[in-house]
């Protein structure tokens, strides 16, 4: 399984952004995908994760900002983003958790600045 994160750029604050994560490969059902973060010094975080059913699960500090989706049908994962802060800077993967394998992306890098 290989994951293509794609989206990431610099937006001002309280700008938004689309993450898109397309899989490719053999990919069984029951899986999830997810969306983590991390800035030099700091461990990944989850921003946001989705199983396959569609049930969703968000950080505290990206709730009522930020929306995850799935396109089970194009193996795509989007994460959409807004009312951007400064501390959302970071580089963004994106996970897909598959029979007990977890297989990542390559990262995006976020920068929220004016």
């Known amino acids: 399984v290989q994951l293509q994160a794609s989206g990431g750029g610099l937006v001002q604050p309280g700008g938004s952004l689309r993450l898109s994560c397309a899989a490719s490969?053999?990919?069984?059902?029951?899986?999830?995908m997810g969306w983590y973060r991390q800035t030099p010094g700091q461990q990944r975080e989850l921003v946001a994760d989705?199983?396959?059913?569609?049930?969703?699960n968000y950080a505290d500090s990206v709730k009522g900002r930020s929306t995850i989706a799935r396109d089970n049908a194009k193996s795509t994962m989007y994460l959409q983003m807004s009312n951007l802060k400064p501390e959302d800077t970071a580089v963004y993967y994106c996970?897909?958790?598959?029979?007990?394998?977890?297989?990542w992306g390559q990262g995006t890098l976020v920068t929220v600045s004016s």
């Open positions: 490969g053999k990919i069984f059902g029951g899986n999830v």
């Open positions: 996970k897909l958790s598959n029979r007990g394998i977890d297989f």
């Open positions: 989705i199983l396959n059913n569609g049930a969703t």
